[in-house]
Each structure stands twice: as structure tokens, then as C-alpha cells.
């Protein structure tokens, strides 16, 4: 069908009058970009490039400024990894121990599993932008993030689900490829229907390596969903964006209070936040933030 070959792509489509839905997307640019923000090391670039892709794929589930953020929190030297992602297809996020280095598995591939670990959660937040946030758990199956929110889906929100998110590291450490889909059922759907997408699921093979034929997101679709009226719903390029700026930053250091604001003039000379989503410093000075401290003390007498 399409002929896009590069870039990130994402669908969002239904088939079966609805009772299979279907997001997929392309993410080999933004799983780059977020290696050369956050310096990473292959088995963490393919960590949060499949978490990234994640959280692409359940942002297309949201309307509006709704945000999904993702949260995995395992047993594993990688320590915490958190991704975010919107309607918008914007997506950031970062892990906590980006220069990680493990040797590979049995079958010669980047140990994602054992960088995240095997014990622990997966959370799920959907942030509408009103003061509650719903978040949702579930224990972790394998740390390869994938089966993880496979499991999720089911747990947690009642949704048989197939997921696969796939990153592909190079030689030299970069990006070769990324991307993945989310397969769900709605209520009313049959067991030859569930067969039939099992097999073509297996026929795919590894999603990482799906785009190397020249395919695209679109071929993807078609591959899952031939001969079951899939309709396009949205389509759109998902990219990593941090939308972080200095006025938030202030907002929140403000939030700590007068002393504390004092005690980092005093002692550090002023502030020096640095963002985790995209690594960016956002710096303030010491007479920015004595005045911050006298309207706080205004404020509170
Ligand atoms: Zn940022």
C-alpha cells in the first residue's frame, strides 16, 4: 500500500466492526534520538526504545492532552525505567542506569529481561490533566517490557492483548531499527478470529526486524489485519519530544519552599535542575532565587 520506507509512522485502526483494535508504529528515529540525548549503552538504548514505543502505542489510546506514562520498576541493574506518551504521538523518557552493560542471552541477544529484572511492577498512569491521575499495576512477567504489558492488559484492564515492541541495535551502538504494535480484543470476538491473528502474529516474526524488508507501518496493518474490513482511524508521526521549559522548572523549585530555595543560594550558589526526559539544564541564579524566597515568606505570613 504506502510507500514510506523511512521516518516514524503510527496507525491507530479497527477491524472486525471494532471488535479488534489495532496501534502500530515505526520508531526507529525517536528510539535514536533518545540514545543520543541520554548517551545510552546498547542494552538500555533497547530498553527504553521499546518502553518509548510503548508508551507511543498507549498514547494513541488517549484523547486530547490526556497523558499515559509508564513505569517499570524491576529488580534489575537498570533500575527504573519511565516513559511518557500522548495523543499527540509525542513521546519522552528515560532510564535510570543509561551506561549498563550485560552480556548477552543464551541466543546471543541484548538481555533487556535481566537489565530490567524479574521481580517487580509495571504501572500504567493515565494522566487527564485534572488534579486524579488512574494508575494501574501489575507484577512483572519477564522484564522484556512486551509480555510484561501483555500481562498488564489482561490484569488490569480485562483485555486480552498481544504486544510486541522490538529494538534494533547496531554494531556501533545506534538505532538500526524500532518499532511495534498492540493487538487488542474487544468483547465479541471468536476463537477462529483469535487463531487466525496468533498466526499471523508468528509469521511476522521479530517486529525489529520487520521494517528491514522495506515495509511499513501500513504493511504491518494489512499483514495483522487482511480480510477483516480494517479501517484506518488515525495515522500520524510519532516523535520524542520533552516540552520541559524553565518556567515548570521554576514552578516546581518554588514548590520546596523558602528554606530550602535558601539553602541552595547559600550553599550552591543558586540551582541547577537538570531534566531527566532530555538531559537539558535549566539553571537559576542566586537573586532569582532570594526573590522566590521573599514573596514565599510573604506569601506565608
Ligand atoms: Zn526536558
Not at 541484548?110 to 486524579?132: F, N, P, S, W, Y
Not at 483469535?194 to 526486524?209: K, T, V
Not at 526526559?277 to 514565599?296: N, R, T
Request: proline content about 4%; some cysteine.
Amino acid at each position: 500500500m504506502g510507500v514510506t520506507t523511512k521516518g516514524d509512522e503510527l496507525i491507530r485502526a479497527t477491524a472486525q466492526e471494532g471488535m479488534v483494535r489495532l496501534i502500530c508504529a515505526r520508531t526507529t528515529e525517536l528510539a535514536g534520538r533518545a540514545r543520543e540525548l541520554h548517551g545510552t549503552w546498547p542494552v538500555p538504548t533497547a530498553a527504553l526504545g521499546r518502553a518509548l514505543t510503548a508508551a507511543a502505542l498507549l498514547g494513541a489510546l488517549q484523547k486530547n492532552d490526556e497523558k499515559m506514562t509508564l513505569r517499570i520498576l524491576g529488580d534489575g541493574p537498570l533500575g527504573a525505567v519511565v516513559a511518557q506518551g500522548d495523543a499527540k504521538g509525542r513521546v519522552r523518557g528515560y532510564v535510570q542506569h543509561p551506561e549498563l552493560e550485560l552480556p548477552p542471552t543464551a541466543e546471543g541477544k541484548l538481555d533487556v529481561g535481566g537489565a530490567v529484572g524479574r521481580q517487580g511492577h509495571i504501572h500504567v498512569t493515565r494522566d487527564m490533566g485534572l488534579k486524579e491521575a488512574y494508575t494501574g499495576s501489575a507484577e512483572l512477567v519477564s522484564g522484556e517490557i512486551a509480555e510484561d504489558l501483555t500481562r498488564y492488559f489482561l490484569i488490569s484492564e480485562q483485555t486480552p492483548s498481544a504486544v510486541a515492541l522490538g529494538v534494533l541495535v547496531d554494531v556501533d551502538g545506534s538505532v538500526m531499527s524500532a518499532g511495534g504494535f498492540m493487538l487488542q480484543l474487544m468483547p465479541g470476538a471468536d476463537d477462529t478470529m483469535i487463531d487466525q491473528l496468533e498466526a499471523r502474529i508468528a509469521r511476522i516474526g521479530p517486529i525489529s526486524q520487520y521494517w528491514s524488508t522495506g515495509k511499513n507501518a501500513c504493511d504491518l496493518m494489512e499483514d495483522l489485519l487482511e480480510g477483516m474490513e480494517p479501517k484506518v482511524l488515525a495515522s500520524y508521526q510519532p516523535e520524542y519530544f520533552c516540552g520541559c521549559d524553565r518556567e515548570r522548572v521554576a514552578v516546581l523549585l518554588k514548590s520546596l519552599g523558602a528554606d530550602e530555595l535558601a539553602d541552595m543560594r547559600e550553599t550552591q550558589g543558586g540551582a541547577e535542575v537538570c531534566c531527566h526526559f532530555c538531559s537539558q539544564a535549566h539553571y537559576f541564579g542566586p537573586d532569582e532565587l532570594q526573590a522566590w524566597e521573599q514573596e514565599l515568606r510573604c506569601k506565608a505570613e
